[in-house]
């Protein structure tokens, strides 16, 4: 029972705690069952406020016993990558000098977590600062893949990956500014989301360092990682929308003409775009996937990539708003020079969102790969990444397929989809118009007829 309790979603432990046909002490003790039986060998949640949890689930079960409802996640445990602030448990973005770091206030989306009921289970690795795609924490330690301990789960919200496949926690907020969403999403054979951005607020992410003004003002985004679709959507309607603390936030976009079925969804795809190959495997997941969607009579069209999306332009445009932004030493150049690239890359990207959103209007969905490669054994960050027998270089490889939505905003969801020979998750990746992110939610739902629903990896 314990074991199928941890393998529910987050809608449906909520539904099972309203209706009381378990307690929020209960799935508690489920989870830290199953987080001390399998976290050891994962690494994935390295701050554990169980003390804390047990507390507040009697409380939770009280409250509701006595009529009284906290929101749509009332007793329901989630976790936290270790960059986003949590009041009162450790957070410290794996960067030493945080290690003992425990802030005094919420992130304003762990926020509204707690505020629709939820109860924090504990923080997820991450490498430092958030900036790698896999997970090796100078201060934690590495996180394995629950599909194969020798594998990397990606990074940079690896642990959150990693614990949500492995049933210690039924939904993560994690966040990305380059694919550290959906890289874990696909290793790992779960659903993630990057949200429109600028639709869900970053405040209290680090980077930046606590009390340090804000200077990420594009690429990066929070959002939700999960066993189901539903689960995404859930919890984009509790933590998006406007921040009083970050005026750059958007309204809701009103959600209007609900999808019906995936026969009236546009759909373009592509096995790969850029100057990164996909494996064999990746490519012929796709080409299945469309063919699948053809034969139940959707609108399906082959699509190397939009107009005007050369890879140099992509790659050079990201890097200089990113190293910008994050105040990475660019020592060939002056601090002139480097606002001046800056300013450009900000123009360029203008361009490049225009003709992203001229080619996704004739489309609802455009399915790419996720990352060229499944999930690749542990090694040493710039170590090059194989592909058919083939080396490309590690960052240009691992972020192929998912820096550039973060260059141009646009909403990206991860489904898993199938598997590779040697066993490994290959998922897939549904990219929407900016702002579209309920309606590609819809479809993303929808398409789970085709693509299947989550499965636990073997011996959990």
């Known amino acids: 029972m314990t074991n199928d309790l941890v393998f529910l979603a987050a809608h449906q432990l909520a539904k099972a705690i309203r209706d009381r046909q378990v307690s929020s002490t209960e799935v508690m003790f489920a989870y830290l069952s199953q987080i001390a039986q399998h976290n050891p060998a994962l690494n994935a949640i390295v701050t554990l406020d169980a003390e804390n949890v047990y507390e507040r689930s009697k409380a939770a079960d009280k409250a509701l016993a006595q009529g009284e409802n906290w929101g749509v996640l009332h007793g329901v445990p989630v976790t936290i990558k270790d960059t986003l602030e949590t009041k009162g448990i450790r957070t410290t973005s794996s960067y030493e000098p945080l290690a003992d770091y425990v802030p005094e206030q919420d992130a304003t989306v762990v926020a509204r977590l707690r505020a629709a009921g939820a109860i924090i289970l504990g923080k997820t690795n991450t490498p430092q600062l958030a900036s790698n795609f896999q997970t090796n924490s100078p201060l934690f330690g590495r996180t394995n893949n629950p599909w194969n301990h020798e594998c990397t789960p990606g990074g940079s919200t690896g642990g959150g990956a990693s614990a949500i496949a492995a049933g210690l926690s039924p939904l993560e907020l994690g966040s990305d500014i380059g694919g ?33 003004p804000k200077t990420i003002r594009y690429l990066q985004t929070v959002g939700p990682l999960a066993r189901s679709v539903e689960d995404l959507r859930l919890c984009l ?13 958007l309204p809701i976009p009103i959600q209007v003409n ?6 009236s969804c546009r759909f373009a795809w592509t096995e790969g775009f850029g100057d990164i190959p996909a494996t064999a495997e990746t490519k012929a997941a796709l080409e299945k996937l469309a063919s699948s969607l053809a034969d139940i009579g959707c609108c399906v069209e082959q699509h190397k990539q939009p107009p005007n999306f050369e890879s140099n332009v992509v790659r050079n445009t990201y890097l200089n708003i990113y190293t910008f932004e994050l105040g990475l030493s660019q020592p060939d150049l002056t601090q002139t020079e480097q606002q001046q690239r800056y300013l450009c890359a900000l123009s360029d990207r203008d361009i490049l969102i225009a003709n992203m959103e001229a080619f996704l209007s004739n489309w609802d969905v455009w399915l790419t790969p996720v990352v060229p490669v499944p999930a690749f054994t542990h090694r040493q960050p710039g170590e090059p990444i194989e592909v058919d027998g083939y080396e490309f270089s590690y960052l240009r490889a691992i972020g192929a397929y998912t820096t550039i939505f973060n260059l141009t905003g646009n909403p990206a969801v991860v489904l898993p989809f199938t598997q590779s020979q040697s066993g490994l998750p290959i998922g897939v990746q549904l990219v929407g118009r900016r702002g579209s992110d309920m309606k590609l939610l819809e479809i993303a739902e929808k398409l789970t007829q085709v693509t299947d629903f989550f499965q636990r990896p073997p011996g959990y």
Do not use: M, N, Y
Request: charged share 15%; glycine share 10%; hydrophobic share 35%.
């Open 180 to 212: 550290s969403i959906r890289v874990p999403a696909h290793f790992c054979g779960i659903f993630g989301l990057k949200p429109t951005e600028h639709r869900v607020s970053t405040f209290g992410h680090i980077p930046e360092l606590p009390g340090r």
């Open 237 to 249: 309607s509790l933590i998006e929308g406007p921040d009083p603390r970050q005026s750059f936030v």
């Open 258 to 263: 609900p999808v019906t079925t995936l026969q």
